[in-house]
């Protein structure tokens, strides 16, 4: 196959960018992973080194990897509500794992039309292997100092995807490169990160990162939770990078917003046909109701006072206990007593927890 012929099927296929490599290196990706693991920055949602490492029983005899980025860059539009909460711009179009799956699957049907046979194995960020690493080695882009891959002229609002094949077919692609890296160091990105989740070497805490307090079921440390101002993920230090200014836009229009009200008292058949192909639904309906209550302890109004003391009551025990954290953020002089009247059942809960609440405001008061 001729590469202007592969050009064309990419283009059909709607695939932005597509590297290749054979190279898997895993003597650099053990280094990064063990350094993260030494400084604690890893999360739960992390593989077992070992396992990200171990390519082979992937796929046994694999020769190369085809790496392959889809933009998500698209224009966004908001929404008109009172009460209104933000999505981060690769988890509010219809779920990326099933968009790049697609792709990929257009792609192996393609390369087996024009003669290549091949065994493969597919992966979109839930495989143990390390996405980016294989897309820095493919010449997808280069890493920036917001942890993303940055494409020249994509910018890092790119999906990742790869196919591992056990055929050697990178000379369609011609030399195997790795990118230069073209970070500018301008440092806008760590300038901007709310939580100090990035550091000066590269390295992220990923523990202390918006994007990751936004999806776990851990109890998110008060001080940390202050910091959070949208429904689900974290832009932030990739709409600052300069690479993204500039970036090749998509055609699309996405509304980027959430109605809070909606979703706090949304029912769960309601929230699978509305979200249920979303990529931030997939940690279920109460993490993103969570995250709504914390983004109403920056609303300051009755709505969103009333919305809180209902949610008192609310059967979730998590909800309850963020619901007397964000009306605590507000600032009622009241507050036990509003706990006392509208806690029904629950009041003793709701006590201890605004105890918890309180202790830790004192403490972190008597620090400063
Ligand atoms: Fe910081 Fe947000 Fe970037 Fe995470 S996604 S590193 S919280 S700016
Ligand atoms: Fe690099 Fe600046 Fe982009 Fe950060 S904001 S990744 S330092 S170019």
């Known amino acids: 196959m001729q590469k202007n012929r592969l050009d064309t099927i990419l283009r059909k296929i709607g695939i932005d960018i597509i590297g290749i490599t054979k190279n898997y290196d895993i003597d650099k990706i053990y280094k990064r992973l063990v350094k993260r693991r030494e400084k604690n920055y890893h999360t739960e949602f992390e593989f077992d080194i070992n396992k ?37 711009k690769s988890a509010i179009g219809r779920d990326y794992h099933l968009i790049l799956n697609e792709k990929m699957d257009a792609l192996i049907k393609a390369l087996n039309e024009e003669g290549y046979e091949f065994n493969y194995f597919k992966g979109v960020d839930t495989t143990p292997l390390v996405d980016r690493e294989i897309a820095a080695e493919a010449g997808i882009g280069f890493f920036g100092k917001n942890n993303s891959i940055i494409n020249e002229e994509y910018g890092s609002f790119i999906f990742l995807g790869f196919i591992i094949i056990d055929i050697d077919i990178s000379e369609l692609w011609g030399k195997n490169r790795i990118l230069e890296n073209r970070c500018i160091n301008c440092n806008l990105c ?13 390295d992220m805490d990923a523990k202390r990162c918006l994007s990751y307090l936004t999806q776990t ?5 008060f001080d940390l939770r202050e910091k959070i101002n949208t429904l689900y ?7 600052v990078c300069p690479y993204n200014r500039n970036a090749i836009k998509k055609d699309e229009k996405e509304i980027i917003d959430i109605d809070l009200e909606d979703i706090i008292f949304i029912s769960n058949k309601e929230f699978k046909r509305k979200y249920g192909d979303k990529a931030f639904s997939w940690r279920g309906k109460n993490i993103i109701r969570r995250n709504a209550v914390i983004l109403l302890s920056k609303i300051v109004n009755k709505k969103s006072k009333d919305i809180l003391i209902e ?4 059967s979730s025990e998590m909800i309850r206990k963020y619901s007397i954290w964000a009306l605590y953020m507000h600032g009622y002089l009241d507050l036990e007593a509003i706990i006392l009247k509208a806690s029904g059942r629950y ?16 403490i972190k008061k008597g620090n400063r």
């Open 311 to 314: 949610l008192l009551k609310d």
């Open 233 to 239: 993920g974290c832009d932030i230090c990739q709409n």
């Open 190 to 202: 760590i300038k901007s990160c709310p939580t100090n989740a990035l550091r000066d070497n590269n």
């Open 52 to 88: 990200r490492l171990d390519i082979e029983s992937i796929l046994p005899g694999w020769k190369n990897i085809i790496s392959i980025g889809i933009s998500y860059n698209f224009n966004i539009e908001s929404i008109d509500a009172e009460l209104k909460g933000r999505v981060s």
């Open 347 to 362: 009041l003793e809960e709701n006590i201890n927890e605004l105890k918890r609440i309180e202790e830790f405001y004192v």
């Open 217 to 221: 079921k851990e109890d998110i440390p």
